[in-house]
């Protein structure tokens, strides 16, 4: 988890309120992704970033935008937070595409529950 | 869709032996893997990775195997120790970047 952070750890909402987590690193990396964990899915992208303001979506975009205004912040905002987008959140980052560097670093996750 | 599984959703080994842990995955052109751990309450941490164009890879106490034939990748543990307890992901690489997950195995060494 060495220089990426995430907030809140955890938090509890209510359906319709929005809810914004907040990535932050101090790797200088190009690549910042947004992850969900849930029981019998493993990780599904939500939503990555290729650079300051460059966004797109990934697998489970549906309800979450996200904002990257600078390199070390990656926001990922719920408008209205519904019970489905209960889970554990997961910001990772990653230094280039290429072959020689695919891999990506976790934080330490968020747990968001929308009672 | 594409998608990489695993065979086993636990594995239990005592202190000491070898751990293997399985992966299957589906996409052919699918050109790098990598295996994670995640202990319990954090985020997943990259343990090996492997290229499509080798057919094993070691690091310290853990060994990657990689067959293209039956798309088939596995992660060997030695000496498997207390602290290796925890859930086991692989990932493959076949959108340029984006990894895709499978659901990960949960391993337990017995003291």
């Known amino acids: 988890d060495a220089g990426i952070t995430q907030s809140p750890r955890h938090k509890v909402t209510e359906t319709g309120t929005p809810v914004t987590l907040r990535c932050h690193q101090t790797?200088?990396?190009?690549?910042m992704y947004w992850y969900r964990q849930d029981p019998g899915h493993g990780l599904r992208l939500i939503h990555y970033?290729?650079?300051?303001?460059?966004?797109d979506k990934g697998e489970v975009s549906d309800g979450y935008s996200v904002s990257r205004s600078k390199t070390e912040d990656f926001l990922l905002t719920l408008e209205s937070a519904t019970s489905s987008q209960t889970s554990v959140y997961f910001c990772?980052?990653?230094?280039?595409?290429?072959?020689?560097?695919?891999?990506?670093?976790f934080g330490p996750g968020t747990r968001l529950t929308v009672t | 869709g594409e998608s990489v599984g695993l065979h086993l959703p636990t594995l239990s080994v005592q202190e000491g032996d070898n751990s293997i842990i399985n992966c299957a995955y589906s996409?052919?052109?699918?050109?790098?893997f990598i295996w994670y751990k995640q202990e319990s309450g954090k985020g997943p941490q990259f343990i090996i990775d492997?290229?499509?164009?080798?057919d094993k890879r070691q690091g310290q106490r853990v060994t990657v195997l990689l067959n293209k034939t039956v798309k088939h990748l596995s992660l060997q543990i030695a000496a498997t120790q207390p602290g290796d307890s925890a859930v086991y992901f692989c990932?493959?690489?076949?959108?340029?970047?984006?990894?895709?997950f499978g659901q990960g195995t949960e391993l337990s060494v017995k003291p």
């Open positions: 990772a980052i990653s230094e280039s595409r290429t072959l020689s560097s695919y891999e990506q670093y």
């Open positions: 996409n052919s052109a699918s050109d790098y």
């Open positions: 990932a493959e690489n076949n959108q340029g970047g984006k990894l895709i």
């Open positions: 790797e200088n990396h190009r690549y």
């Open positions: 970033s290729y650079g300051v303001k460059d966004t």
């Open positions: 492997i290229r499509s164009n080798m």
